[in-house]
């Protein structure tokens, strides 16, 4: 995943678009398309019908998935992927279910590969310190959980977390129905 450019992943800001925020999330992003890129976006694509089954709800194809590095110290504070603000693009508005894909292990101890510290965590809807699930990163794991779910990457211990964030949009708001 390191073989492309690298940059300072944005975040979407009702009114303000793309900007950097490292008081937000301290990550990078892979700008350059590469074979890797196409074979996780199509396999994203070809289980569209699966997650919504699972979920119960019409879905689309997902968005083209942002391939993020979070190195030692990297996190993401609390947040949600999905928003009805009017000020937000239609593809913050349209998003429904995240799916998180771990490209490589979280580990206890420092291996080669792998890293420490960085969980995904599910938060409570009411502010609560403990999290709902905490998700310990396996390469090959996709975890999809509803867009509007608080969430957030605690920051990176060691090693380099490397994952793929897409997100499956509301079928009937992009015209299809499953």
Do not use: K
């Not at 300072?8 to 925020?21: I, K, N």
């Not at 937000?24 to 089954?53: K, Y």
């Not at 709800?57 to 009017?86: C, E, M, T």
């Not at 905490?134 to 990176?156: D, N, Q, S, Y």
């Amino acid at each position: 995943m390191d073989d492309g450019r690298l940059c300072a992943a944005p975040l979407r800001e009702a009114g303000r678009g793309d900007v950097v925020a490292q008081h937000r999330r301290r990550a990078e992003h892979l700008v350059d398309s590469s074979a890797t890129q196409t074979l996780v976006a199509d396999r994203l694509t070809a289980i569209t019908d699966e997650i919504a089954g699972y979920f119960g709800i019409p879905l689309s194809g997902p968005q083209p998935p942002a391939f993020l590095r979070y190195a030692r110290g990297g996190y993401f504070r609390p947040h949600q992927d999905r928003s009805d603000d009017p000020r937000h693009g239609l593809d913050i508005r349209a998003r429904r279910i995240t799916a998180v894909l771990f490209l490589n292990d979280q580990t206890p101890l420092p291996i080669v590969g792998g890293y420490c510290g960085g969980d995904l965590r599910l938060l409570r809807a009411d502010d609560h310190p403990d999290p709902v699930l905490c998700i310990t990163g396996e390469a090959g794991m996709l975890v999809a959980f509803p867009a509007a779910i608080a969430h957030e990457v605690r920051p990176v211990t060691w090693g380099v977390r490397r994952v793929a964030a897409a997100w499956y949009e509301d079928g009937l708001r992009a015209g299809r129905a499953a």
